[in-house]
Structures are given as C-alpha cells and as structure tokens.
C-alpha cells in the first residue's frame, strides 16, 4: 500500500493475488488492506490537508505538471503493466495513460484558474464574494475496467483544488494504480495522495464510515452505489457518483452503414465492451435492417480476439469468470426469448486459458429481454428495428438509466430533436464514447450524481462560502429595538 509517502504493509497479514485475465496466471499479489489501514491512511490525509489546501495554487499547479511527466517517463511500463493486468489490448491503454498524463496537465491548470468569484454588493459599503475551498480528505473509490483514467477524473481535481485524498483501488487491478502513485507522486508532501489495497467491505466501507472524510467519489454499479449512499447520509457527506448504464445507439435512416457500423462495432466491443458507456442497446431504422445487420455481422466476424499484449488483438479477454458468466446469461435470455446470434454467442475455442467471449451480434431482441433492459457489460451488440423516429427516442429512453446515448445521422432534424429529448448525460452525435478534457461527463435519472472533466469536475470537489463584509462597521437602522431610534 502507499500510506504517508511510502510503500507499506500496513497492518495487513493477507494479501490477493492478482489475475491475468487473458491467461489466469496470477501476476503479483496485493495486500489484503484493513480497516486500521483505513485509519492510518486518513490520518494521514487529514494531517497533510492543511499544508496543502495552503499551498500556493501555482505551486500545487507545477508538482501536478511535474507528477504527469513522471507518468510519461514510466509510460510504456504502466501500459503493459495494465494490459497484463486488466485486459485491454495496447492501443486502448496506450490511450488510458495519456488521457490519464492529461488530465493532470489540464486541472493543473484549471486548478489555479480561479479561487471564487466577486459578487455586486447591496450597499456601497459592503463588500460580498465568494471562496471556493477545498472539502478535506476525499475517498476515491475506483473501479477496475479504467484504473487509471477514472483516479485521474477523481484525483486531479481533487488535488488541484487543495484537497487530499485516500485512494481504495479495485481488488481486481491494484498494481497499475500502485505503480502510478509510486512513480508519479513521490515528490508531493507525505499524505497528500495515499493507497489502501483491499476489498469493498473491509476497507472502501471503512473509508466511506470514517468521520474524517467528508466526500466520497466513486464509479461502479448501481447497487455499490446505493449502498455508499446509505452508509454515507447519516454524516451529510458529499458524494460523487458516477454508476450503471445501459446505453442506446439509433441509427437513422440515412447513415452510411459502412461508416455506422465501424462507429457501433467502437462503441459496442471497446474493452470487450467493459465499459459504463458502452452501446448495449441499438436502434435500426427498418428500412436498413437487414443491410445493416449483414454489414455488421461481417465486420465483427473480423475482428481478432486475443490476449492484450498481443499484436494485432483487436478485442482481449473479460475480467473475470463471474463477469463473463453474466454475459452467458444475458444471451441464454435474449435466445430463450426468441433472439438470434447471427456472431458469436459463446465462449471461443481457440483458447484454452482467459475470460474470453466471442463478439457477438444479436437480432430480434425485445425490452423484455434482459440483453435490452440490464447492464451486461459484454461484448454483445443486440439490433432491433423500429418505425419512426420518434419510437427510436422512446425506446432509448425506455431505461433506468441515462449515462450516455449515441446517434449515427446527418439530418440535422433529426439530430436536434435527439440531443432535446434523450435523457441522457453525453450525447454522441456520430462519434460514440469520445471524451473532452473540458465537456462535463456523468448521468441522468439512476446513472449517478454530479460531472466529472471540465470546470464541472472542478467544482464538485470544492465547497462554497459567501463572505458578506461591510467596511464601514456602522449600526443598522434595521437592528433592534423596533420603532425607537437608536
């Protein structure tokens, strides 16, 4: 673990071992952190919080340039760390660890861009404004399938706006997060950024109980979520929570089906379709149904499933045995029902070890199937047809969820009448799950709360505070007693 700027045991006499997903090897082993772990991190944090929230912001702003260069000084290293470690081929953790070098860079910056804001008084004697000030120690909460992406949406600007924190990797891929901190943040004042290894109940529900943190940001599923946000109501904290989804892709009627298809195959399988924005649920026009399925099915016949470190893998292994279990089940579902798999559908023979699943295409699915109305969080892609397009929107928003959705069209009618009436935090307009340092990212209805990225990132890790201060200290015709002079 990583506790007051350095490598520890802690109080852990256990450890876990850590699984390749594409091979089931077991890579290393982390410690089984517990709740005194928990106590000694946020001890820390709370010690280092005031040194740091007094920091000057260009101060703070260089150590966060100085901690994404170190990143980038390790980079190949955390990208085959985390290929080993969780699964995606290279080119998508190539990408992760430079969005996440980034995004240090850009709060950084955004982090000593403002302090408040000056507001116009109600007299001339008065001055008001307003402090943004940080909220103290925050627990991050993070989850396996982006390791380092979603810390950094978390971390940087919590440390930018001078908060410090205590960070509960996933069980399932603590090294990469370990090795980050390790490389990156050895030059920051001990307790600013600590490290508690372990599993959700003995160490991330002590971090969530512990009087001494006052916000929580979390990404997971909705059920984790729910039960944060029963732990953490009795003591008012802030809470960041970015959680399930089930996002819907409708293809208009006058989309190039080559270019849509490539687009949904992106959205659909990206880290084998391990992703809180994937495309779960696409939406033809009935005129293109058919081409469309036949181009689709066509093109995801080719693409090469694989270890990740692999060249040439287009698509790696699932997590674990139970995620990939769920899939099954979700397909068993959809085909009992009356569904067809026109690709793939099951396990892949070619390989003897890993959470391999086939890339799987799937026609005549309804929303009474479990493929169309809960998170799968395969690589599955179910296809189903509808008439016009104010059916497509309903469909789309015919979910507890509303993370992200995604339209392959160039109608502009069309388009404005999707981005006005899904019920969704992103919307993607032929360009599904590309992300923008300053767009503010987070969901709708029982995605989650708050935003992360952006200025709206910023803010949900500072509190605000009104000063209201008259310079002239006179007495008020307004204070007591009424109806006699002063």
């Known amino acids: ?73 390790h980079h190949q290293e955390l990208v085959e760390l985390l290929t080993r470690e969780e699964g995606k081929p290279i080119p998508e953790n190539q990408e992760e660890v430079w969005w996440t070098e980034e995004t240090l860079d850009y709060y950084a910056e955004l982090g000593r861009h403002q302090r ?21 120690v925050v627990g991050c909460i993070i989850p396996w399938n982006y390791p380092l992406l979603l810390l950094a949406w978390k971390l940087a600007p919590a440390l930018a706006a001078g908060n410090t924190v205590v960070i509960k990797p996933s069980e399932f891929t603590p090294l990469t997060t370990l090795r980050m901190i ?18 959700g109940v003995e160490v991330g529900e002590p971090l969530v109980l512990h009087p001494d943190v006052r916000m929580i ?39 190039d089906i080559k270019v849509a298809t490539r687009g949904l195959a992106y959205s659909a399988l990206l880290n084998a379709g391990q992703v809180c924005t994937s495309t779960e649920r696409v939406y033809v026009h009935e005129s293109l149904y058919p081409q469309f399925t036949e181009e689709l099915a066509e093109f995801v016949s080719s693409l090469r499933l694989g270890n990740g470190m692999d060249e040439g893998t287009d698509i790696g292994p699932m997590l674990r045995g139970h995620f990939r279990e769920k899939v099954e089940s979700h397909v068993a579902d959809a085909l009992k029902g009356g569904a067809r798999a026109v690709v793939g559908g099951g396990r892949p023979t070619e390989f003897d070890r890993g959470f391999f699943y086939q890339p799987t295409v799937l026609v005549d699915v309804n929303h009474s199937m479990k493929i169309m109305s809960e998170e799968t969080f395969g ?92 310079m002239e200290a006179q007495v008020k015709e307004y204070w007591y007693p009424y109806g006699k002079e002063g």
């Open 1 to 73: 673990m990583y506790i007051h700027g350095k490598k520890t045991q802690g109080k852990a006499t256990e450890s876990i071992a850590v699984l390749n997903p594409a091979t089931e090897e077991t890579l290393s082993e982390a410690w089984r952190g517990t709740a005194a772990d928990v106590e000694s991190a946020v001890a820390a944090a709370k010690s280092a919080f005031d040194g740091w929230r007094k920091t000057p912001a260009n101060q703070r702003a260089g150590m966060m340039h100085q901690a994404a260069s170190n990143m980038r000084e």
């Open 116 to 136: 408040g804001l000056v507001l116009p008084p109600g007299d001339p004697a008065q001055f008001n404004f307003v402090l943004e000030e940080p909220w103290g």
């Open 217 to 255: 940001a979390f990404t997971g599923s909705l059920a984790t979520g729910q039960r944060i946000a029963t732990l953490a109501a009795p003591m008012m904290k802030k809470l960041h929570l970015e959680l399930g989804g089930k996002d819907a892709m409708v293809i208009g009627p006058d989309v």
């Open 182 to 199: 390790e490389v990156a943040f050895d030059h920051f004042p001990p307790g600013v950024v600590n490290v508690v290894t372990g599993y």
């Open 379 to 470: 690589p599955v892609i179910p296809l189903m047809a509808y008439k016009d397009f104010d059916e497509a929107i309903r469909l789309a928003n015919d979910s507890p969820y509303g993370l992200g959705a995604s339209l392959m069209s160039n109608d502009p009618k069309l388009v404005k009448r999707f981005f006005e009436n899904v019920q969704a935090g992103t919307v993607w307009i032929n360009d599904p799950l590309t992300d923008n340092f300053a767009g503010p990212f987070g969901g709708m209805k029982m995605s989650g709360l708050g935003r992360e990225l952006g200025e709206a990132g910023y803010q949900e890790f500072v509190q605000v505070k009104h000063v209201h201060w008259d």
